[in-house]
């Protein structure tokens, strides 16, 4: 079998294990993985449709007829609400089952979506409605909107892009429900939505955003914000230790030690990745905000501002991450070898005062986005050079390092039909998150 890349390529599959035999554990990958369109067609081939990520907030699609237009890897789906209840949500893409128009141009509201080119029309659940021009012999009901595998849970949509290759998503909704109540994400509304445009792989992006090495150097907001970084973006035993005695202290107090769940790496093609932790943000903060001060009411029924800020990741490409009183969603988007689209929402309760201030609460992940696009478009652009080879994973890049090993496995045994040995699963140092009781270990980073 061949693989066709759109330069016309052709990738075979010998070549294709070869290359991924010859990566080095524990170093970077070499210049083909963050830039050739042969390897990222192989990936919108084989790797992309496994992948579960987040499509939309449930907000987005409020009342019953609501409906929207999202990207889901490369493809255009209509994410509509065909009833009142919390799972009443139906994605379909968005291609007209006569002559294959894009169905909806916009966001909108309707009993039907109607297409622009010949007014076919099909109901929110996506059987045709319009009947009367199908030649006869065609059964009209045969010709229904192709649905997207979507789930609905704790306010996120939650798409894939074909049934028969992803990962069953139930465990993952189980998982975080609990979790995405508890902060509230299933009542909130959007305040605010960035898109930061990347010039670099995918993998290049996401392999930014799973270490805190950078942060020291890169982020200076984010740095003086966020207590963790002591442990994650240094080497200093002291600073860990103290930091470790915060994180109990607070722990001991707040008692929700059982937050810690799930791998954020999973290490198997079978299972969708998904982890969800706690952890105080430090030095009294309320809340991420360049204060420390609330920056709009708190979400999910809390009484109080226990300064706590939730971490999830749900799948590969998107993750959560919840102060007391407002959400940031990430999603990464593929576009090409060489693109990757990051998008940012912001959440806030949905009763919060219409007058929150959404450059103050998009602050913390706004700042350290676009720092987060320059360094990775700089690493992008240095990929490229005649000299570039891989380098090594600091111990500060143990998750990075992880899940590029994870992708290679999980590459190779699509290529080859092989079943890989699954990796053991990649969890934070315990001591970054968990209560006294579990933080037995000296803090090793990574
Ligand atoms: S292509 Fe949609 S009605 Fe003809
Ligand atoms: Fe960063």
Redesign the pocket.
């Known amino acids: 079998m061949q693989f066709h890349a759109p330069t016309g390529q052709p990738t075979d599959r010998e070549s294709t294990v070869h290359l991924i035999d010859r990566q080095r554990p524990g170093w970077s990958l070499e210049q083909a993985f963050y830039a050739d369109p042969a390897i990222f067609a192989l990936e919108q081939e084989l790797w992309f449709p496994r992948q579960w990520v987040l499509v939309a907030h449930a907000s987005e699609v409020p009342e019953k007829g609501s409906y929207i237009v999202r990207r889901l890897f490369n493809e255009e789906v209509i994410v509509a609400r065909f009833g009142d209840g919390e799972e009443d949500i139906a994605v379909y893409y968005n291609v007209c089952t006569h002559r294959g128009s894009r169905l909806c141009t916009k966001d909108g509201r309707g009993r039907l979506l109607v297409c622009p080119y010949h007014a076919w029309s099909f109901r929110l659940t996506g059987e045709l409605q319009s009947r009367q021009d199908i030649p006869e012999g065609v059964d009209p009901d045969a010709l229904g909107l192709h649905r997207v595998p979507s789930k609905c849970f704790g306010g996120l949509v939650v798409c894939g892009l074909e049934q028969d290759k992803l990962p069953d998503i139930q465990p993952v909704a189980d998982g975080l429900t609990p979790g995405l109540l508890e902060n509230g994400i299933n009542r909130a509304r959007i305040v605010a939505r960035k898109n930061y445009l990347t010039k670099a792989n995918w993998k290049l992006v996401l392999e ?2 799973l270490e ?1 090495y ?2 020291r150097p ?2 200076p907001e ?1 740095y003086r914000v966020n207590g963790h970084v002591k442990v994650t973006a240094t080497r200093d035993a002291d600073k860990a230790e103290e930091w470790k005695n915060e994180v109990e202290a607070w722990h001991s107090v707040i008692g929700d030690a059982e937050f810690n769940k799930g791998a954020w790496e999973a290490g198997s093609l079978e299972a969708m990745p998904f982890a969800m932790h706690r952890k105080p943000i430090g030095s009294g903060r309320k809340t991420l905000s360049d204060t420390g001060e609330s920056v709009s009411c708190l979400m999910g029924g809390r009484q109080d501002y226990d300064g706590g800020e939730s971490g999830f990741r749900i799948g590969r490409l998107s993750f959560a991450s919840a102060a007391n009183d407002y959400v940031t969603l990430f999603q990464m988007v593929p576009l090409s070898a060489t693109e990757t689209d990051v998008i940012l929402t912001w959440l806030v309760d949905k009763d919060a005062d219409a007058n929150v201030d959404p450059d103050a609460i998009s602050w913390m992940w706004d700042v ?1 986005t676009v ?2 696009k320059k ?1 990775t478009e700089d690493n992008a652009d240095g990929v490229m050079s005649r000299v570039y080879r891989p380098g090594p994973y600091t111990p500060l890049e143990s998750q990075t390092s992880f899940f590029v090993q994870t992708y290679l496995s999980e590459l190779r045994s699509l290529v080859t039909g092989e079943r890989s040995e699954p990796l053991t699963a990649w969890s934070a140092p315990k001591e970054l998150f968990a209560s006294s009781k579990a933080a037995t270990k000296k803090v090793v980073n990574g």
């Open positions: 930014n955003f805190c950078h942060c890169a982020h984010y350290t720092q987060d360094i």
